[in-house]
């Protein structure tokens, strides 16, 4: 009881933090419906110049293909956090060693904190974004009213698997001191490879068959699919399966990882 206690104080606080800057995110609403309009009209056109005069690219309507970019950046105002930047700063600046002096597991006190701006995000960042996005835009729902639960676990996981993987990357700070770098390629890359820009559907099957053995899938594509009705029956919990077992599989890389990057600590400030 004593660690549940302590662990939810962790989200309570996290919580309250992000509230204390909350007008940031009243602005990220905004950034985020000109990202869904730029999309928008971009898929418009696209559509609109099909020489065969289909209804179809990459397997999708142009209904679907509108639904699925407003679905994958309302997600991504779910899921996103900054971990990684979050590590490398208390490398960079001393504050890893009063961390490393603390009786709790820094990995998941980190995990819980997430958890807590997540539930702000939702509440103060998702929600006002989906109250604009939606109507303006005509975003249809799920073919099924189940869904809408579905997809909520699936991008509950993909919290849990964008989380992990970004404690994982700011460990790397152990050894380079500074991934400023890194971090910055890694948002080109995510956007790209989690399928938030471009659905995998548009690309060859070999890039298909590539990205279906990597984690980044399970962040946005898979919970995106899950609320087109895309995955149906045993698809639907094979998809769920990826993300669970990712979660897990990262969890412990990260756990491994973290236990031998420690080692490597040179405060550098503080």
């Given at each position: ?6 662990h939810g104080n962790f989200i309570r606080l996290a919580f309250l933090k992000f509230l204390a800057y ?200 898979i919970p995106v699919t899950i609320y087109l009705g895309k995955r149906q029956g045993a698809d639907l919990?094979t998809g769920l399966a990826i993300q669970l077992a990712w979660s897990v599989a990262l969890y412990l ?18």
């Amino acid at each position: 009881m004593g660690s549940v206690t302590l662990h939810g104080n962790f989200i309570r606080l996290a919580f309250l933090k992000f509230l204390a800057y909350r007008l940031r995110y009243y602005t990220g609403v905004v950034t985020y419906t000109i990202y869904v309009a730029g999309f928008y009209y971009l898929y418009r056109a696209l559509f609109a110049s099909k020489v065969d005069g289909g209804e179809l690219i990459g397997g999708l309507t142009l209904d679907e293909m509108i639904t699925y970019v407003a679905i994958s950046w309302i997600g991504r105002s779910f899921y996103f956090n900054n971990i990684a930047r979050d590590i490398s700063g208390q490398i960079t600046d001393g504050e890893i060693a009063m961390q490393l002096i603390k009786p709790y597991n820094l990995q998941s006190v980190m995990m819980f904190e997430v958890v807590g701006e997540s539930i702000f995000r939702l509440l103060l960042f998702t929600l006002p974004i989906m109250v604009v996005v939606v109507p303006v835009f005509g975003i249809q729902g799920p073919p099924d009213p189940a869904l809408y639960g579905w997809t909520f676990l699936s991008f509950s996981l993909a919290l849990v698997i964008y989380t992990q993987f970004n404690f994982l990357l700011g460990c790397v700070a152990f050894y380079t001191k500074n991934i400023q770098g890194v971090l910055r390629a890694k948002m080109v890359a995510m956007d790209f490879l989690t399928g938030v820009l471009i659905p995998f559907t548009f690309f060859p099957e070999w890039f298909q068959s590539f990205v279906s053995w990597l984690p980044f899938q399970g962040i946005s594509y898979i919970p995106v699919t899950i609320y087109l009705g895309k995955r149906q029956g045993a698809d639907l919990f094979t998809g769920l399966a990826i993300q669970l077992a990712w979660s897990v599989a990262l969890y412990l890389v990260a756990r491994l990882v973290w236990n031998r990057a420690v080692k490597q600590v040179t405060v550098q400030g503080g």
